[in-house]
């Protein structure tokens, strides 16, 4: 079964950083792309970072120069570097993967469960 798993929410002040990680776990071929959406109460959900395999990466605007987004193919795992949080930034942040298995299956929109991210004093 291919399934997303995050990991690294919690609690942190204004001002303070946080680590995401999502692995992607299963039978899997190719990581096409991974990223990372978040819905805060009474929102729609948006993305706010994403990484190509090859590296290449896409960041909503109000998290540039803040956030950093990474994968790590050999492990299947992509991460999220959150610096110079707000209270803003407090949702639920979910993984988001497209990704082929060995079988040749393609899951174009696979989710994690989610993490919630609180930043509060």
């Known amino acids: 079964q291919v399934q997303l798993v995050e990991s690294g929410g919690g609690l942190v002040q204004p001002g303070g950083s946080l680590r995401l990680s999502c692995a992607a776990s299963?039978?899997?071929?190719?990581?096409?792309?991974m990223g990372w959406y978040r819905q805060a109460p009474g929102r729609q959900r948006e993305l706010v970072a994403a990484v190509a395999s090859g590296g290449t990466t896409n960041y909503a605007d109000s998290v540039k120069g803040r956030f950093t987004i990474s994968i790590d193919n050999a492990k299947n795992t992509v991460y999220l570097q959150m610096n110079s949080l707000t209270p803003e930034d407090t949702a639920v942040y979910y993984c988001?993967?497209?990704?082929?298995?060995?079988?040749?299956?393609?899951?174009?929109?696979?989710w994690g469960q989610g993490t919630l991210v609180t930043v509060s004093s």
């Open positions: 299963g039978n899997i071929f190719r990581i096409n792309t």
């Open positions: 988001n993967a497209d990704l082929r298995t060995t079988g040749l299956r393609r899951y174009p929109a696979l």
